[in-house]
């Protein structure tokens, strides 16, 4: 549990002794290369998340289709498995791991480490190109621990993955980068078929034409579900909605971004934000209004709570920017900071103190731990 609340504190230090805005943040200058201190921070994000060992609640699950995958080929783990990208990093996986049917096997031969750790750098550039392109991107990142990085980025292995992809397209779409979107979207969707839920999204970054966008959005969509998706996201729906799953607190996670969405939709004229970041971010804030509703009328809140997970970073981009909203814009605005600071750390001892889930993360063990011996 320790290790958690030093994380947070670790990244509020850094949010509150970096206040104001950076200059070359707001001239939007658009790169993916991480600066000396964020990759610093990341290279800790992936060891902090890839090399854990037994935290999250399906940690037993892929040790359980790592062993599985070792008795097939590729294309055999495609037909069955789907996600390309995914299953070539998983096959690989499997010859650090032999078939005994025991975590021990698993972690001796390093198979369930290369897994986690090629999902989490995946996870983890992904959301710290998103913050460094935030205005505040250390109080963006202390808005993502609390859930996205702790509960996210440690209980949700491939989906993390595929959401790094889903924030480096949430990047290139700010700056007007429509192909890279489409492309670092489907390049997800590889890893986990869900991140196509934010493919039709493009559209609202798209200033001419929006009709024929649409329409050739929609059927390049239909041919690439109809190829690579079809039958895998047919098993998802089949296992979701027929059997009429319900996931825990589903609620209070669509509401932590409902609220967000609600708060730009209101106040989108006060963001100081170019015309595509203006329309694409109506757009998911709207979505994520769509998914809040849809939690009350859906026969399944889990679909709804999965796909949910792409619109977090909205999270991120709403609340590094609240306080040129609420404050003067370009100041250190330090009560607002503060604020968001608090509401953060409330969310974390929320959701270690009372989820039902949270005991499955707690201690925080690490491989380092056991290679050391000290665990």
Known sequence: MAVYFLLFFVVAILAISNMRPHENILNKNFNLLLSPSSFLFFICLVIFIGLR?????????????????????????????????????????????????????????????????????????????????????????????????????????????????????????????????????????????????????????????????????????????????FEAISILAQNYFATEYDAAGAFIRLLMTGIPATIFLIMRNSFILNKIEKSFWTGVSILALIFLLLYFISPSSTPIDRLGLYLIPLQLFLFSRLPDVFGNYGERNPIINYLIVIYSLLILITWIFFSSNSRNWIPYKSFIGIWLGIS
Not at 136 to 162: E, F, H, K, N
Not at 204 to 229: E, P, Q, S
């Open 53 to 229: 060992h037994e935290i999250g609640g399906d940690w037993g699950n892929y040790i359980y289709q790592l062993q599985k995958a070792s008795m097939m080929n590729f294309s055999q783990s495609i037909v069955f498995g789907g996600d390309p990208l995914y299953q070539a990093i998983k096959i690989y996986a499997t010859t650090f791991t032999c078939e005994i049917d025991t975590s021990e096997c698993a972690l001796n031969e390093g198979g369930l480490q290369f897994l986690n750790t090629i999902c989490a750098i995946f996870f983890c550039y992904g959301l710290m190109v998103f913050c460094k392109h935030q205005p505040r991107p250390w109080l963006a990142l202390c808005v993502a621990v609390p859930y996205l990085v702790i509960v996210v980025g440690i209980g949700y292995t491939r989906q993390s993955a595929a959401l790094g992809f889903v924030m480096l397209a949430l990047t290139a779409i700010s700056h007007g980068r429509l192909y890279q979107y489409c492309i670092w979207i489907i390049v997800g969707a590889t890893i986990h078929k869900t991140a196509l839920i934010m493919l039709p999204l493009v559209i609202f970054g798209v200033k001419r034409n929006r009709v024929l966008i649409l329409i050739a959005g929609t059927i390049f969509g239909l041919l690439l579900y109809n190829f690579l998706f």
